[in-house]
């Protein structure tokens, strides 16, 4: 999707895009995509990082099951790269 963000990106439906969609809305409204963090439970920081860009979560393991509580995506900065 960060691509048809760009400048003169010809935006086609078809397919592969219609399935992508309807699973989209499927995973949207069938189980909670972010949980409330709980207090006692430990928390677990998955990241991937490639020199177009990183990405990273953050989950909490709760009886049995692992809650994404935060989430983030990142495209290169093209125009001037980030100090932390």
């Known amino acids: 999707m960060t691509k048809l963000t760009q400048k003169k990106v010809m935006f086609d439906w078809g397919d592969k895009q219609e399935a992508a969609f309807q699973l989209l809305k499927q995973k949207l409204c069938s189980a909670p995509i972010l949980a ?3 207090g006692g439970e430990d ?12 990405g990273a979560v953050l989950m909490q393991r709760e009886k049995g099951k692992a809650n994404v ?8 900065e093209q125009i001037k790269p980030l100090r932390v």
């Open 36 to 38: 409330l963090p709980e």
């Open 69 to 76: 509580v935060a989430d983030a995506l990142s495209r290169k």
């Open 43 to 54: 928390f677990v920081a998955y990241c991937d990082a490639l020199y177009k860009g990183l």
